[in-house]
């Protein structure tokens, strides 16, 4: 029954597209500054070891754009809820046909994480592309690291993926639970 509740949240989300681009670009803005701190880790460190207080900088460095990437994700939560809100009328019809709550909750997560996954890949993509092409120019004092850009884009999508369900069940759960009578006498 969730594989059909995800079908059903797959061709929702396709007719939604327009719909998911702000928070997809917003975790795109997001995971790309993750990436590109992560990748230039390395160079930050020594750098910042000339400095002194190396780990101090660095721990600041990658805290901001951890937090960036969460403000996408942020994002994602509230498209999420935004988009539960125009729904109501149609989780009525679902809740009414005896569509138990589980495929529900499933076809409304689709789109959170369709946003997440694109925009996080998105992000990393271009970010190594970025990292590559400066690194290339010699623009980076620092160096661009490909093992700290690989360990940046992956900790960009986990945590934009994770984060985009976790925010998002909440809205969609309490939808999901709501009677149907009372859906599709408030809906739109």
Do not use: C
């Not at 702000?22 to 995971?31: E, N, S, Y």
């Amino acid at each position: 029954m969730i594989t059909r509740g995800l079908a059903y949240g797959w061709l929702a989300a396709r007719r939604r597209v327009r719909d998911m681009v702000l928070p997809a670009v917003t975790t795109a803005t997001g995971a790309f500054l993750v990436v590109l701190v992560f990748g230039m880790s390395d160079g930050i460190r020594r750098q910042s070891a000339v400095l002194g207080h190396a780990d101090e900088i660095g721990h600041a460095v990658t805290l901001i754009a951890v937090t960036v990437l969460l403000v996408g994700v942020a994002e994602v939560a509230v498209a999420t809820t935004r988009t539960v809100t125009q729904r109501t009328r149609e989780l009525g019809v679902l809740g009414a046909n005896g569509v138990p709550r589980p495929p529900v909750v499933a076809a409304l997560l689709v789109e959170p994480a369709i946003a997440a996954v694109v925009g996080a890949l998105t992000g990393a993509s271009l970010a190594a592309l970025t990292a590559v092409v400066l690194a290339m120019a010699g623009l980076v004092g620092t160096g661009v690291s490909l093992a700290g850009t690989a360990v940046g884009a992956a900790v960009a999508i986990g945590v934009s993926i994770v984060a985009a369900l976790v925010t998002s069940i909440a809205p969609t759960w309490k939808a999901a639970s709501r009677p149907p009578i009372r859906s599709l006498t408030e809906g739109s």
